[in-house]
């Protein structure tokens, strides 16, 4: 499998350990992501939102979760067989986790690039497929591990803290 | 900063979500574009977005994004799901006859001045 980590400098170790946290979640949320399902993709991402939002958390940090969330949860749906989204959240940050069935990304540095899209037109007559989806969730999220290769399942994990 | 009810009575606008209290909607500026993932990572709170898509995931964009209100352009009007979830997630949805074109430059002339 390849790994793709975007972390900033020097942070490395501190936020690796953030990903595989032994302490439990304080709420832990599942949710199915069927293929093609464009209609109900969002459904966890909104609900995620809103739990937030109740908690208090900051209205700019609570868009960025709710991009990133939501483009991932369309990547499960527009790109593979469908999948599952897991969000962790402790008193500091979020953990979103999503893991599809395949099949796979194959490269995924060219799938960072912004603009570069696989989508089919059933995705594109959405309005999805603009290549933005991944640097979107890059750019809102405060690190990113994508684990994939070609025919294989995908893990798209990212983490936001609330301070 | 200028109020949503003034820049429709500017571009002919109806209002599909009537259950909302529109009149607390200011703006400061519009984003234009109908490719989805674009709106998500470059539209800011305070805009309205002016599209010709207006199918169910608009209005999820919209509430992840922060936007307060969907201006259809030239006529298309949202169907009974769409807005029924725009009233649910607290997002204006509004129509104008007019093209795109016309809708930015109206909304830019009112809050330049």
Redesign the interface.
């Known amino acids: 499998m390849a790994d793709y980590w975007n972390i900033a400098p020097g942070m490395e170790n501190a936020l690796k350990e953030c990903f595989s946290r032994e302490v439990e979640a304080d709420v832990t949320l599942e949710f199915v992501i069927p293929e093609k399902d464009?209609?109900n993709a969002?459904k966890g991402?909104?609900e995620v939102?809103n739990l937030l939002k109740r908690l208090g958390v900051d209205?700019e940090i609570l868009?960025r979760i709710?991009?990133a969330?939501?483009?991932a949860e369309i990547n499960v749906a527009a790109h593979s067989v469908g999948g599952k989204m897991t969000s962790l959240i402790y008193d500091d940050m979020i953990h979103i986790k999503f893991e599809d069935n395949g099949p796979g990304i194959a490269d995924i540095k060219q799938a960072m690039v912004p603009g570069y899209s696989t989508a089919d037109d059933l995705v594109r007559e959405?309005?999805?497929g603009?290549?933005?989806?991944l640097?979107?969730i890059e750019?809102n999220s405060d690190a990113l591990h994508i684990s994939s290769e070609a025919g294989q399942a995908t893990l798209v994990e990212f983490l936001i803290f609330f301070s | 900063m200028i109020k949503l009810t003034d820049y429709m009575k500017a571009i002919d606008a109806v209002n599909f979500t009537p259950a909302l209290d529109i009149g607390v909607i200011e703006l400061e500026g519009a984003y234009v574009c109908d490719m989805l993932s674009d709106v998500m990572g470059s539209a800011k709170p305070k805009q309205a977005w002016i599209t010709i898509m207006k199918h169910l995931n608009v209005v999820a964009v919209a509430s992840m994004t922060g936007i307060p209100v969907i201006v259809f352009a030239k006529g298309n009007q949202p169907d009974d799901t769409v807005i029924d979830k725009a009233t649910e997630e607290g997002i204006a949805l509004i129509s104008s006859p007019h093209e795109t074109f016309v809708l930015a430059g109206k909304l830019y002339q009112m809050v330049k001045s």
């Open positions: 464009f209609n969002g991402s909104s939102k209205s868009r709710a991009v969330s939501y483009e959405f309005g999805f603009a290549g933005l989806g640097p979107n750019k």
